[in-house]
């Protein structure tokens, strides 16, 4: 999708200047792109791109759990009630609410048990992959999503975290189910195959 500064600019009350700011910030992040005489745009990521960061994310989640030693009680209560808010979103059939909860979760995660740079490294991954399931996630798939959230919550309240880590995998590996992206017909590729040989 298209993306204008001047409505940008209205809807957070701030200059255009501020909202280009922002805009490049993102583009090196990888979550917009800017094109001449196109402008600013979401960027929709391949099959492959979305495989590929899901894959960094299970590296990285797993890993996060395999390290805690214990889950205080406040952190195993923090993410229960993250959980329940997914829920509420899903129930209130807000995609796009239902969509940032259900990437945040992870993110809440590495935030209690994690690191912050740990926790930063994961926001850039979540948001490519929250963009895909903004497009691509139905509300059952969500509400599936959602209770796998609650599966992994369970086991680290039981302080099995071997369990947690093995949900978290699970959970990550099966986006392919729950996100159908389509994959699209490349019309130039045998060109740019000829290309690539130079």
Known sequence: DRIGEQPLAMLFDCSRT????????????????????????????????????????????????????????????????HVQRQERAIQDDDAGLRSFLL????????????????????????????????????????????AEHAQIVEALEDGNLALAEKRMARHLRSWESKLHVPVVADNLRPQRQRFEAF
């Open 103 to 146: 990437g945040d979760f992870h993110i809440c995660v590495a935030e209690c048990l994690g690191n912050p740079l740990i926790s930063d490294t994961l926001r850039d991954l979540t948001a490519r992959t929250m963009l895909v399931a903004m497009r691509h996630q139905s509300p059952r798939e969500a509400l599936r999503s959602c």
């Open 18 to 81: 501020i909202v280009r700011e922002a805009l490049t910030e993102l583009a090196v992040r990888g979550l917009v792109a800017s094109s001449p005489r196109r402008g600013w745009y979401v960027v929709e990521l391949t099959p492959e791109e979305a495989r590929l960061a899901f894959q960094a994310r299970e590296v990285i989640e797993t890993a996060v759990l395999r390290h805690v030693r214990e889950v205080p009680p406040a952190t195993a209560r923090r993410l229960r009630e």
